[in-house]
């Protein structure tokens, strides 16, 4: 079978959804800020404030100011850079001028920078260096959304093997409660992209390419060195295989350095940052002028300004005025801990084993993770032949019994691809994906400002997967479906509304 033969169905027919679907999110929320900022006034107008970078040395100090063509248009999108994204576009303009900063990764800040002086350059003298950095970021935020939802698409393709489950867990993704931050000049849009680009990529067995990806979503947000955990899983396993079934000890060695290697290059850019910030804050300075933390066994700025200038840490945030968080996180975070609980409980060999006691056929299902020296291609074309046949068989099917498949009959159909232990959600190959959310999800309560949770949470493609499964539970499926989609509009409505006039919000 040719590859666009296999590949018409589904990348042709889902993926335009998919993409129709993430695109029209944006324009919505766009057109919802646009809304609110006009009828209302922002809480805090100090957003456009913009003092002269603190050395005019800086390669990325901004041109003399002068006369723009265009002032409202540069006064709109400078207004509208608000919350970390004042961060983001400084750092872009200026390099990290001040300690705290160095709390905002550098992938972003890069990519804006770049744009700005090569794309979008001749913006300049019509509205103004700012405004440039600033619709640089925006255009890069939502062109990334765009793309982070047709690999989520394609990676649930292949985790849950049902393309209905994964088209619904994409689409919720398009409308997540956490949108506004996709749409804003915020580090979620790249760091999803790359994450979840490097996790299809892993699981379609290039390695090399899962790498980079994983690698680079640490230079865009610190959680992206949790993604190393995957490939600790992946070499886990691949180790058991070589020493217990195939009896090859020194190919478990081979395993177990190549598997070490890739963890190293996943946390390569986040050291090197954290490097970067040593020499600049604690080098050539005398004894007194040194900050606390350079003077630290391990030195790592990162930890010391969260702690200092966020106040996060263990249990830190459990005060009695923080009740108003805790509940504006509750729905992402019950979810979060609803999934695990049910993955647990239909589960538990798989998951109190982390998957070592899985039966045969589950192994099979999860050959990319569990089972060393797999034929991932030829795996991924036999399935990918199976889902062109099956998507053909439904289509047929669906327009021959448009007006007579309704309510239950439509969800007993779909159930029947998710039965237990063999795919869909409560497949082996989810539990590596279980563990990092539940990890993620104890940080975010135990550690940090607990209300960061929905977009802390809001990359994490089980959370999707959980919610399409739950849409289409036998007797309660449409009232998960309200209740999901319900919880998704509010949060879209809530967080363009006081997000966008700088108002708090997560």
Not at 222 to 232: E, H
Not at 353 to 370: P, Q
């Amino acid at each position: 079978t040719s590859k666009s033969s296999i590949e018409n169905p589904l990348e042709s027919h889902h993926t335009r959804i998919v993409l129709r679907s993430a695109i029209a999110s944006r324009i919505i929320l766009i057109a919802f800020i646009i809304l609110w900022r006009s009828l209302l006034s922002p809480y805090d107008t100090s957003a456009s404030i913009n003092p002269n970078c603190l050395s005019s040395t800086s390669a990325n100090h901004s041109p003399p100011t002068q006369a723009i063509i265009f002032p409202r248009i540069a006064s709109a999108i400078e207004d509208s850079i608000v919350w970390d994204s004042v961060y983001f576009v400084r750092i872009a303009q200026c390099g990290y001028e001040y300690e705290q900063s160095y709390a905002f990764l550098p992938l972003l800040p890069i990519c804006i920078s770049l744009l700005s002086r090569t794309v979008f350059a001749p913006l300049i003298p019509f509205i103004g260096h700012r405004a440039v950095l600033g619709l640089s970021g925006y255009l890069l935020n939502n062109i990334a959304f765009v793309l982070a939802a047709v690999f989520l698409y394609r990676l649930s393709v292949i985790i849950l093997k049902d393309p209905e489950s994964a088209l619904r867990a994409s689409i919720l993704f398009c409308f997540n409660p956490a949108s506004i931050f996709y749409s804003s000049i915020y580090s979620e849009s790249l760091y999803s992209l790359l994450s979840i680009g490097g996790l299809y990529y892993l699981m379609s067995g290039a390695n090399n390419f899962a790498t980079l990806g994983l690698a680079l979503s640490g230079s865009a947000r610190s959680n992206g060195v949790l993604n190393a955990g995957y490939i600790c899983f992946q070499t886990m396993h691949w180790a058991y295989d070589a020493v217990f079934l195939k009896k090859h000890t020194y190919l478990a060695v081979q395993v177990l350095i190549a598997g070490a290697l890739r963890c190293l290059c996943i946390f390569v850019p986040f050291i090197a940052f954290q490097a970067y910030g040593y020499y600049n804050m604690c080098l050539r300075r005398f004894p007194d002028e040194m900050r606390p933390w350079c003077k630290a066994r391990l030195p790592v700025l990162y930890n010391y300004i969260q702690s200092h200038y966020w106040g996060v840490g263990f249990l830190r945030y459990f005060q009695l005025k923080q009740l108003p968080n805790f509940l504006l996180a509750s729905p992402i975070l019950s979810l979060a801990l609803c999934s695990i609980i049910h993955y647990v409980k239909l589960r538990p060999e798989i998951f109190f084993s982390l998957g070592f006691r899985a039966s045969h056929e589950d192994k099979n299902s999860a050959a990319v993770l569990i089972s060393m020296g797999a034929d991932t291609k030829s795996n991924s074309a036999s399935f990918l032949e199976k889902i062109s046949s099956k998507v053909q068989r439904e289509d047929r099917v669906l327009r021959q019994r448009k007006q007579s498949i309704k309510g239950e009959n439509t969800v007993s159909l779909r159930v029947e691809n998710e039965s237990p232990g063999k795919q869909g959600y409560l497949s082996v190959i989810v539990l590596p994906f279980v563990l990092h959310l539940g990890f993620m999800a104890a940080t975010t309560f135990f550690v940090m400002h607990v209300q960061v949770a929905t977009r802390f949470l809001s990359a994490s493609p089980p959370f999707y997967w959980f919610a399409s499964y739950l849409m289409v539970s036998p007797g309660v499926g449409k009232r998960w479906g309200y209740l999901i989609w319900a919880y998704c509009a509010a949060y879209i409505l809530l967080g363009s509304l006081l997000f966008a006039n700088f108002y708090p919000f997560t």
